[in-house]
């Protein structure tokens, strides 16, 4: 009977684990809303980094009511700015988001002309408003008592193989004074034009893939009927921003979902050995419904080089560093007040974020929290080559996500760095680092006058 009993257990223990084992190839996942993606690809739980701080609606920021919210802008100064597309308005805030002016119009040929469903907003460094008048086919500046300091229609030496109607969607200004226009199906890339609005050219094109028939095909064509062959060219942007050091973020909805163009269009994005700064891989997360690929709207340029996407499918904000780790997650899709419904842009103020809801036409200000905050004190040690400091605040970091594997991997290289290669090694074999291991065993024989003979295997987990 004791014989039978135990035989029972065994296969019922056996059944269990093959559950489990089938539930994890289907990439099913304990129920958790905060989650980081380990270095093999699997969502693992991580503590909240950002929390919902303020929702801030139209009754709070005293006017009457938002129809749509297209985009939002910071100033230097914490001013916050929301382009209201519907209402063909701008909504200036003082930092604790009370009303202190409304952009309706600006002048332009002597007369005064009202916005037409502007669908772009961005603060210059001088605190200057660069709205796209969209309906109207112009950019226009304005500053801060709202007068008008430039008008930038369509270019007039546009010679691009497409014919179109200039629409602007999105445009920001470098730290040259250069206007960086992203255009509605422009697919040449970004427009660039000079401190005095005169058309320059394009940059930043997305790379074209044709095959011989195509190219044959367009030897013979004639310029009207390339003019037509839409499927040659790439895909177009849907939003930019300007880092502090000048480079250009622009975001797609094509594959390659986010770009950084140094000042002469080139893409300088970095990413790691694992996974793209995309958003969300194609892995299950039950609590939060099915993984999918993330669509891409918006990005914004933080701190010490970080930097944030925003994935309006699926609510989710998605931080990385300037290597293109991932740093953390928050949001999720929902009416919920902590999830995002609609979102349409987002905006760093110091290291809060702004992301501004479409449809419900608010704003909602999400704040760091002590885990996101020593991940970014980490990080601003490390630019500034304080390792004593760092280290520390990677310890804390680690006593509050011990799975947390770029912690890791950052110990593993300040290690190497003072020569501790033993330690490198631990640090990079916890982070599942099999380049940063290798290096580190190498130069440890290397001190002890050894060579390494076999491959480096480090074991998982």
Request: net charge negative; hydrophobic share 35%; glycine share 8%.
């Amino acid at each position: 009977m004791k014989a039978i009993r135990r035989a029972a257990c065994v296969i019922f223990a056996l059944l269990i684990t093959c559950t489990a084992l089938s539930a994890a190839a289907a990439g099913d996942l304990p129920d958790f809303e905060n989650y980081i993606y380990s270095n093999s690809g699997s969502a693992v739980y991580a503590p909240a980094a950002y929390s919902l701080k303020k929702t801030v609606y139209a009754s709070d920021m005293g006017i009457d009511g938002i129809g749509s919210v297209a985009d939002a802008a910071v100033s230097s100064s914490g001013e916050v700015f929301v382009l209201d597309r519907e209402k063909c308005r701008v909504i200036g805030l003082t930092p604790d988001f009370k009303l202190f002016a409304v952009y309706e119009n600006y002048i332009f040929g002597g007369e005064t002309v009202a916005f037409n469903t502007p669908e772009g907003l961005s603060v210059t460094e001088d605190g200057e408003l660069c709205i796209c008048d969209t309906g109207n086919s112009r950019v226009v500046l304005l500053n801060k008592s709202g007068e008008t300091l430039k008008v930038i229609g369509p270019p007039e030496d546009d010679n691009g193989l497409l014919d179109y109607k200039y629409y602007p969607q999105k445009a920001a200004v470098d730290n040259t004074g250069r206007l960086i226009v992203n255009a509605k199906d422009q697919t040449q890339g970004l427009m660039v034009f000079d401190a005095n609005g005169g058309f320059t050219g394009y940059m930043g094109a997305t790379p074209v893939k044709t095959n011989a028939a195509e190219l044959f095909w367009r030897s013979f064509s004639t310029k009207e009927q390339r003019r037509r062959a839409m499927r040659f060219v790439p895909s177009e942007y849907n939003n930019i921003d300007i880092d502090e050091n000048g480079f250009i973020f622009v975001t797609s909805y094509s594959a390659q979902k986010i770009r950084r163009l140094n000042p002469g269009g080139k893409n300088v994005l970095k990413t790691n050995a694992y996974y793209n700064p995309y958003g969300d891989l194609e892995t299950g997360i039950r609590s939060l419904s099915q993984s999918q690929s993330s669509t891409i709207v918006d990005v914004s340029a933080g701190p010490d080089g970080v930097y944030s996407i925003l994935s309006q499918n699926t609510g989710r904000v998605f931080t990385y560093d300037s290597g293109g780790n991932l740093l953390y997650i928050f949001g999720g899709k929902g009416s919920a007040a902590n999830l995002l419904s609609t979102p349409t842009a987002l905006c760093y103020r110091g290291t809060d974020i702004i992301v501004a809801e479409q449809d419900a036409g608010c704003l909602k200000l999400f704040s760091s929290e002590e885990y996101a905050e020593d991940i970014l004190t980490a990080l601003r040690f490390h630019t500034n080559g304080d390792y004593e400091k760092e280290k520390e605040a990677w310890e804390r970091v680690l006593v509050k996500n011990n799975n947390y594997e770029l912690a890791y991997q950052y110990l593993g290289k300040l290690s190497y760095i003072t020569e501790d290669y033993k330690e490198a090694m631990r640090y990079f074999k916890y982070a599942s680092d099999k380049e940063g291991y290798s290096k580190a065993l190498s130069r440890q024989l290397a001190v002890r006058g050894e060579k390494a003979i076999l491959p480096v295997c480090i074991a998982a987990g």
